[in-house]
C-alpha cells in the first residue's frame, strides 16, 4: 500500500519536472551543502547546547524533517559518512569550526579500531571519517587508527576463496562464505595501508578479493549479484543472489553503482589494465539503461519501473566514480563519462532531488533496503557523502587539479 501511494506521487513527480537541460552551478551546489551542513549541526545540539558526538545521522524519512541518528556501533556500517561530509564541508569552505565538528565526530569512531572486526563495513566506516581526516590533516593518529583498522578488516579475508567476507554472522543462513559488492568500497583502506607503512599483504588480499569478485560476482552483461556465496573451505563459487535487490539475477542500482566506483579505485592502485577494462564494462551497462533524468531507479529490473522508486544515492556514487575514470580511459570515453558525471550531478542539484528548506539534508529520493521495508524514498546520509564528493571532484577538474588532490 504504502509503495503503491509513492507510486503515484513519482508518476506526478516524472510528469512534471525535467531537469536536465539546466547547468551545473557548482559554487551555489556546494554552498546549499555548507548551509544544510551548518543546519544540521545546530539541530543536532541538546538543550545545553551540547553535541553528542557519538551520534550520527543517518536518513530522513520523506515524510519527517529531522535527521533520525544513530549511535556509532559496530553494526551501524553508516557511522563515517558523516564525519566525511564534514571532511567534505571543512575542505569546501575552509571553515575552522566545521574541521572541529568534523574531527570530534571522527574520533567518536576510535573504538572501532580497537575491536575485532565485526563485519567487511570497517572500510566504509573509517576510510570516509579518518581517510578523508587524515588526508586534509596529516594527523599521526589518525594514520595508525586507520592502520590498525585495515589490519583488523584483513582478518575477514579467507584465502581459500580470495576474499574478505562481508557478514559473518550470515555464514550459515547463506551456506558459506559470503561476499557483497559493497565490500570492494572497503578495499581502499586495504590498499592506502599497504603504501603507508602497513603490511604489504594488505595489497595481495585487496588484489586477490578484486580479482575473485570480477571472476564469480557478475553475470555474462556484467551486472552484479549482491552477494556471491562460496565454500568456506575449498573455496568454490556456490551461487550468487540478492539481499537488497529486487530479485536474485536483478541489477540493484547501488550494487551496481558499487562495482563502478569499486573496480574504478583497484585499477588506480594497481594500473592493471584487467580493472581497467572492467570498470568500463560495469559502467557502461549502467550507463546504458539509465531513464532520462540519469537518476536509476533503485533496481533496473522493478516490473513497477516507471512507478518505482529512484535512488539517488546510486547516482551519486556513480558521478564520483565517472569523474575519477574519465581519468584513465581514451580521450572521447573520456569526455563521455564527465558530461555524464556533470548531467548526473545536475539532475540531482535540482529542486527535484534537492531537499531545499524542508530538510536539514542535501538530498531526497533514495532507497536504502527495499526488501526489508526500510529507507524506501528517503534522505540517506551516503547519498550527501559522494553528492559532495562528487562536486568536489568536479570542482578540481575544473581547476586542472587530480580528482584524488586536496583543494
Ligand atoms: N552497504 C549497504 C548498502 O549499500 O545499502
Not at 519501473?305 to 535512488?311: F, G, N
Amino acid at each position: 500500500m504504502k509503495y503503491a501511494l509513492f507510486g503515484l506521487g513519482m508518476m506526478f513527480l516524472t510528469s512534471c519536472v525535467s531537469t536536465t537541460s539546466e547547468t551545473l552551478d557548482l559554487e551555489k551546489a556546494l554552498s546549499y551543502c555548507d548551509t544544510h551542513v551548518c543546519r544540521t549541526l545546530n539541530e543536532l545540539k541538546e538543550d545545553n547546547d551540547s553535541i553528542d558526538y557519538s551520534m550520527m545521522p543517518r536518513n530522513i524519512m520523506a515524510s519527517d524533517s529531522r535527521w533520525h541518528c544513530r549511535k556509532a556501533d559496530k553494526a551501524e556500517w553508516c557511522g563515517g559518512f558523516w564525519p566525511g561530509v564534514l571532511w567534505y564541508d571543512y575542505e569546501a569552505t575552509k571553515n575552522e569550526d566545521i574541521r572541529r565538528q568534523a574531527e570530534k565526530f571522527t574520533e567518536s569512531l576510535e573504538f572501532l579500531s580497537k575491536t575485532p572486526a565485526f563485519d567487511h563495513d570497517l572500510g566504509f566506516l573509517m576510510f570516509c571519517s579518518y581517510g578523508n581526516g587524515y588526508r586534509l590533516t596529516n594527523n599521526p593518529k589518525y594514520k595508525q587508527i586507520i592502520l590498525d583498522t585495515a589490519d583488523s578488516l584483513a582478518t575477514l579475508y579467507n584465502p581459500a576463496v580470495g576474499t574478505i567476507l562481508s557478514w559473518p554472522r550470515n555464514v550459515e543462513i547463506y551456506g558459506g562464505h559470503n561476499t557483497i559488492m559493497d565490500n570492494m568500497i572497503n578495499l581502499e583502506m586495504l590498499f592506502w595501508a599497504a603504501k603507508n607503512g602497513g603490511d604489504r599483504r594488505l595489497y595481495d588480499i585487496a588484489v586477490d578479493h578484486a580479482a575473485t569478485t570480477m571472476k564469480h560476482h557478475f553475470r555474462d552483461d556484467y551486472t552484479s549479484y549482491h552477494v556471491a556465496v562460496y565454500d568456506s573451505v575449498s573455496g568454490d563459487f556456490i551461487k550468487g543472489m540478492t539481499h537488497q535487490g529486487y530479485a536474485d539475477n536483478s541489477m540493484w542500482a547501488r550494487g551496481q553503482a558499487w562495482a563502478i566506483y569499486g573496480y574504478t579505485m583497484v585499477y588506480r592502485e594497481t594500473r592493471d589494465p584487467r580493472f581497467l577494462d572492467f570498470a568500463q564494462k560495469v559502467t557502461d551497462v549502467y550507463l546504458q539503461r539509465l531513464p532520462d533524468d540519469y537518476v536509476p531507479y533503485w533496481d533496473f529490473d522493478d516490473p513497477a519501473i516507471p512507478d518505482a522508486p529512484k535512488d539517488a544515492s546510486a547516482a551519486c556514487v556513480v558521478a564520483s566514480a565517472l569523474l575519477e575514470l574519465q581519468n584513465y580511459v581514451q580521450p572521447e570515453k573520456s569526455a563521455s563519462y564527465k558530461d555524464t558525471a556533470r548531467r548526473i550531478l545536475t539532475s540531482l542539484s535540482s529542486d527535484r532531488y534537492l531537499c531545499g528548506d524542508s530538510k536539514p539534508a542535501f538530498l531526497l529520493h533514495s532507497v536504502g533496503h527495499m526488501p526489508a521495508g526500510s529507507e524506501i524514498d528517503a534522505s540517506i546520509i551516503y547519498a550527501d557523502y559522494y553528492y559532495i564528493e562528487a562536486l568536489l571532484r568536479m570542482k578540481k577538474i575544473d581547476q586542472g587539479k587530480d580528482v584524488l588532490a586536496s583543494l
